[in-house]
């Protein structure tokens, strides 16, 4: 059987990426190709849940980050084996908002890319994405837009430069997982048009 196609979304906080994600779910089921919505850390899970909780703050505890670090690589495994592959394995389509990018990048403020990497050795040897797009938006519109949408700061919002620096040597390390750089400082149309110029020749056969 046909696997599905898997899609990951990464991006910095603000830089658009849950839009972008929402706007290439629709455009492909407009063309009849369905898809299943995923995210990490997932909701699928205790870990994945107690991850969503602490991201926003809403414990009033701090994690050491070797405990963060391989509670996202738990979440991640799970996820994996228990939510994704087996959609991929059957034929169906997942799309992702975040995945083990989000590590390199974000785990990345307090670890090696080897020591993340072996964190995630095994959800890495079980699946990685036909394709990462990274909506790439400079820290400082990151930034000015989560200060005009947004109430509360979520833990990692502050180290943008940082993290952006991580997700590109994540990139380069990574070279043999096809990768996408949008530019996401155009406009949302023009951000959308230029992710479905690398996500659809994926779907060839299945587009009109
Ligand atoms: P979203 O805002 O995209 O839902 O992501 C939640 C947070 O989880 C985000 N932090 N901020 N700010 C990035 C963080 N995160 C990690 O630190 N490591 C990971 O592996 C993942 C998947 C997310």
Known sequence: ????VFIAFEGLDGSGKTTQFNAIINRLAAKKINCIAEKQ?????PIGLLLRDIVKNAHDVSLSPLS?????SIDRYEHVVNNI??????GRHVLIDRYVFSSFAYQGQAFTFDEIYSFNRDAIELLMPDLTIFIDTTP????????SNRA????FDDNGIVIRNNFYNAFEKMKTSPTAIINGNQPTDAVTDEIWKAVE????GGLS
């Open 1 to 4: 059987m046909k696997k599905g």
């Open 41 to 45: 850390p997932s909701n699928c899970n």
């Open 68 to 72: 963060l670090a391989k509670l996202f």
């Open 85 to 90: 592959k087996p959609h991929i394995d059957a």
């Open 140 to 147: 400082e519109e990151c930034t000015h837009r989560i200060a």
């Open 152 to 155: 509360s700061q979520e833990l």
């Open 201 to 204: 020749p994926l779907f060839e």
